[in-house]
């Protein structure tokens, strides 16, 4: 029987592999720029941690975990988020007690048991940033300016921002009555996990997925109107800071995030190219999130992006440049007597930082210039019988197709010649 990777799941096979490096080099560049520091997490956390820092009534943890019992009976999941293992982290070692704001950015694959369909996976792939220790909107204003300059260092400019504000544990205190008084004479026509959660958290109901809660909740009032004046004075701050910075957003009411822990500032990036899922990546503030898990009371803001959303919108460029995976130099051995020796030139070369290969296959002298050629050298070595006797090699460019005998101790200064 044939073994397939398991649904919902793909290689990354070379050239694709060169888009991820690129992407992943572009985020740890524009981290280090802003003062972000790389944190790695285990792949799988005990179940509980998602529960709590996911939230136990989301549709992550209810449906789509990855969850089993390892060998001594505990209950593990393959994480199907970043932000819960990084509060964990923070939490565990008491990071907290340091040097703060505490500010990480992580890239790697998360797990959900999703139904797989265009552009979803099962085993998918995220990068994203969270701080801690500071309430700052500048910071929440910061955060987004990091995102927007990852995809701008991409050449994805063509994002929308959208942004809101979900205000604190005080504002939706008044506003949670009204939501209710205005789902409870439509009540009927919600989902059932609506239904059921309605009165206890009626911003669940916002953000549910389904599409006639949506329709059945329409004109229903908005957050943004039930803002306290501290939530109202730091959205402002953090919208005249973007604006500022030339950042232009969108208020999005429909914006929302149901669970508790989150907090003022919101927000999502959409890249319309990439056809209706649109939506690349998001975060927002989750102040109540540390306290949540277990930790003390710190503020924290995150995001996080979609890889495999990333690589759709960089397709989607017209102007994409196709990665380079051309080689610099094939050393063409003519005699397999000198196989050896060829050893010590190949290492010679790469030791001087020059990309170059050989075959392999015993080919022939026209088969290893063809090979050369589907490899895409730029330059070809000929060692054979006569070169080796005359301790010289022959050098072959093969964009002029000029051809020049280049004594041993010369080879790497003419090769640097050609190529640069
Ligand atoms: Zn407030
Ligand atoms: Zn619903």
């Given at each position: 029987m044939q073994v397939k990777a398991p649904r919902g799941t793909y290689d990354v096979l070379p050239p694709d592999s060169q888009k991820w490096q690129y992407i992943e080099q572009v985020i740890q560049e524009t981290a280090r720029l802003f003062g972000y520091s790389e944190i790695r997490t285990p792949i799988f956390e005990h179940t509980e941690l998602f529960e709590r820092g996911v939230g136990e009534t989301t549709d992550i943890v209810t449906k789509e975990m990855y969850t089993f019992q390892d060998k001594s009976n505990r209950s593990l999941t393959l994480r199907p988020e970043g932000t819960a293992s990084c509060v964990r982290a923070l939490i565990e070692h008491s990071v907290y007690g340091g040097l703060m704001p505490v500010k990480w950015y992580y890239s790697g694959p998360m797990f959900r048991y999703d139904r797989p369909?265009?552009?979803?996976?099962?085993?998918f792939h995220q990068s994203g940033a969270e701080v801690f220790g500071s309430n700052s909107p500048y910071l929440d204003a910061e955060v987004i300016m990091f995102l927007v300059q990852i995809l701008s260092n991409l050449g994805l400019r063509d994002y929308e921002l959208h942004l809101n504000s979900v205000g604190c544990p005080l504002c939706r205190e008044s506003y949670r009555q009204k939501l209710i008084d205005h789902i409870s004479p439509v009540k009927e026509k919600l989902c059932i996990d609506c239904q059921s959660r309605y009165e206890k958290n009626p911003l669940r109901v916002l953000d549910c997925k389904v599409e006639s809660c949506h329709q059945a909740i329409a004109g229903f009032p908005y957050i943004y109107d039930s803002l306290c004046d501290d939530c109202q004075e730091h959205y402002i701050l953090v919208k005249a800071t973007l604006e500022d910075s030339g950042i232009n957003y969108l208020h999005d009411n429909n914006l929302v995030r149901g669970l508790d822990y989150y907090t003022n500032t919101a927000f999502e990036i959409h890249i319309p190219s990439i056809g209706a899922q649109s939506a690349v990546g998001g975060g927002g503030r989750y102040n109540g999130l540390v306290k949540a898990c277990g930790g003390p009371d710190i503020p924290g803001i995150g995001f996080a992006l979609g890889m495999e959303r990333l690589l759709l919108a960089l397709d989607s460029l017209p102007d994409r440049e196709e990665p380079n995976s051309k080689l610099d130099v094939f050393l063409a051995v003519l005699d397999e007597k000198y196989d050896n020796q060829a050893m010590q030139v190949l290492d010679r070369l790469r030791k001087a930082k020059i990309m170059v290969d050989r075959d392999y296959t015993g080919r022939s002298m026209k088969a290893q210039m063809k090979y050369a050629d589907k490899l895409g050298a730029r330059i070809v070595i000929l060692m054979g019988e006569d070169e080796v006797n005359r301790g010289c090699f022959t050098v072959r460019n093969m964009s002029s197709r000029e051809q020049l005998e280049v004594q041993t101790e010369q080879l790497i200064p003419a090769i640097i010649d050609i190529l640069t």
């Amino acid at each position: 029987m044939q073994v397939k990777a398991p649904r919902g799941t793909y290689d990354v096979l070379p050239p694709d592999s060169q888009k991820w490096q690129y992407i992943e080099q572009v985020i740890q560049e524009t981290a280090r720029l802003f003062g972000y520091s790389e944190i790695r997490t285990p792949i799988f956390e005990h179940t509980e941690l998602f529960e709590r820092g996911v939230g136990e009534t989301t549709d992550i943890v209810t449906k789509e975990m990855y969850t089993f019992q390892d060998k001594s009976n505990r209950s593990l999941t393959l994480r199907p988020e970043g932000t819960a293992s990084c509060v964990r982290a923070l939490i565990e070692h008491s990071v907290y007690g340091g040097l703060m704001p505490v500010k990480w950015y992580y890239s790697g694959p998360m797990f959900r048991y999703d139904r797989p369909q265009t552009g979803r996976f099962r085993q998918f792939h995220q990068s994203g940033a969270e701080v801690f220790g500071s309430n700052s909107p500048y910071l929440d204003a910061e955060v987004i300016m990091f995102l927007v300059q990852i995809l701008s260092n991409l050449g994805l400019r063509d994002y929308e921002l959208h942004l809101n504000s979900v205000g604190c544990p005080l504002c939706r205190e008044s506003y949670r009555q009204k939501l209710i008084d205005h789902i409870s004479p439509v009540k009927e026509k919600l989902c059932i996990d609506c239904q059921s959660r309605y009165e206890k958290n009626p911003l669940r109901v916002l953000d549910c997925k389904v599409e006639s809660c949506h329709q059945a909740i329409a004109g229903f009032p908005y957050i943004y109107d039930s803002l306290c004046d501290d939530c109202q004075e730091h959205y402002i701050l953090v919208k005249a800071t973007l604006e500022d910075s030339g950042i232009n957003y969108l208020h999005d009411n429909n914006l929302v995030r149901g669970l508790d822990y989150y907090t003022n500032t919101a927000f999502e990036i959409h890249i319309p190219s990439i056809g209706a899922q649109s939506a690349v990546g998001g975060g927002g503030r989750y102040n109540g999130l540390v306290k949540a898990c277990g930790g003390p009371d710190i503020p924290g803001i995150g995001f996080a992006l979609g890889m495999e959303r990333l690589l759709l919108a960089l397709d989607s460029l017209p102007d994409r440049e196709e990665p380079n995976s051309k080689l610099d130099v094939f050393l063409a051995v003519l005699d397999e007597k000198y196989d050896n020796q060829a050893m010590q030139v190949l290492d010679r070369l790469r030791k001087a930082k020059i990309m170059v290969d050989r075959d392999y296959t015993g080919r022939s002298m026209k088969a290893q210039m063809k090979y050369a050629d589907k490899l895409g050298a730029r330059i070809v070595i000929l060692m054979g019988e006569d070169e080796v006797n005359r301790g010289c090699f022959t050098v072959r460019n093969m964009s002029s197709r000029e051809q020049l005998e280049v004594q041993t101790e010369q080879l790497i200064p003419a090769i640097i010649d050609i190529l640069t």
